[in-house]
């Protein structure tokens, strides 16, 4: 089978510079032409088309030499971390800016296939359990190479991001990989959409990529529903309110680690949990059909 997102091997060393998508480069050339010697505003245009400006970047990506995931750029800066999530736990709460610095960040969740590399070299355990919620053989299916792996713990999911050598993203780097600089409720934008994620009446986990149209900002995909995604912090339902304003880590230690990102089994009258603010947490060592991961890497 082959999996969708994949290219070459070769790694670059640096990130490559932005690019913009060609017919949205000639508009954007157009609209500045007409401004300048018409005076003709092309923003109501680009309202209408539903562009925003960062819709005419293409953010770089590199291939993992390890297990040939797609790696997404996330540039440095500030954020809008918070507010949005599950309103019954408070834990969003409050809102405030992030600066991060810049980091790597996969382009989807980490499928059966990637996973299946660490389990052969040794340095990974295989799912807790080789099903998913509809089908008896899962795990060890091809048809289901590129979906993702789940029955991980938050163990199972750092082991493997080290042998690929990378690492579980923090809290804070999944949400600005998922929610962009504007402080958007969803990775498309501000409004739910089933047809833009797997979610609401969904029955089972998909292929990964399934939903470009419902990619992040940076180009990140399914980081709302599919599979709930470990991250690297402990939980703390208050560490909003003394979270350091750069680079925070989470709480140095707790009983129980973050999860973000929603799953496949969310309905449509809980939709905040798809949300990109939204935080759950499980013990480490949980594991069940509704959980994956993906990982990150820091820039040099």
């Given at each position: 089978m082959i999996e969708p997102l994949l290219v070459n091997n070769q790694v670059p060393e640096k990130p490559r510079s932005f690019s913009v998508t060609p017919g949205k480069l000639l508009v954007a050339i157009i609209s500045c032409l007409l401004l300048v010697c018409c005076g003709i505003c092309m923003l109501p245009v680009f309202v209408f088309l539903g562009w925003k400006i960062t819709d005419l970047i293409q953010y770089p990506s590199k291939p993992s030499s390890a297990d040939n995931m797609v790696l997404m750029y996330v540039s440095s800066g500030e954020f809008i971390m918070g507010g949005g999530g599950n309103p019954a736990l408070g834990d969003g709460v409050p809102i405030h800016r992030v600066r991060l610095n810049a980091f790597w960040i996969d382009r989807t969740e980490v499928t059966n296939r990637m996973y299946t590399l660490c389990v052969k070299a040794g340095k990974c355990k295989p799912p807790g359990k080789k099903y998913s919620a509809t089908r008896k053989i899962y795990y060890d299916d091809v048809r289901y190479a590129a979906y993702p792996v789940i029955f991980v713990s938050w163990s199972d999911a750092n082991d493997y991001c080290a042998w690929a050598g990378r690492r579980l993203p923090t809290e804070a780097e999944w949400e600005k990989a998922a929610r962009g600089s504007d402080g958007r409720e969803y990775p498309w934008g501000n409004q739910p959409s089933k047809q833009l994620a797997n979610?609401?009446?969904?029955?089972?986990?998909?292929?990964?990529?399934?939903?470009?149209?419902?990619?992040?900002?940076?180009?990140?995909?399914?980081?709302?529903?599919?599979?709930?995604?470990?991250?690297?912090?402990?939980?703390?339902?208050?560490?909003?309110?003394?979270?350091?304003?750069?680079?925070?880590?989470?709480?140095?230690?707790?009983?129980?680690?973050?999860?973000?990102?929603?799953?496949?089994?969310?309905?449509?009258?809980?939709?905040?949990?798809?949300?990109?603010?939204?935080?759950?947490?499980?013990?480490?060592?949980?594991?069940?059909?509704?959980?994956?991961?993906?990982?990150?890497?820091?820039?040099?």
């Open positions: 979610y609401g009446g969904a029955n089972d986990t998909m292929m990964v990529g399934s939903f470009p149209a419902g990619a992040s900002p940076f180009e990140a995909m399914d980081m709302a529903g599919n599979v709930w995604e470990w991250v690297a912090d402990w939980y703390s339902g208050s560490y909003y309110s003394i979270s350091p304003s750069s680079n925070p880590t989470g709480p140095e230690s707790g009983d129980r680690r973050v999860l973000r990102g929603g799953a496949w089994s969310i309905d449509d009258s809980n939709d905040f949990n798809v949300r990109t603010a939204t935080r759950i947490a499980y013990e480490p060592w949980i594991s069940n059909d509704k959980i994956g991961f993906r990982c990150a890497v820091s820039q040099p």
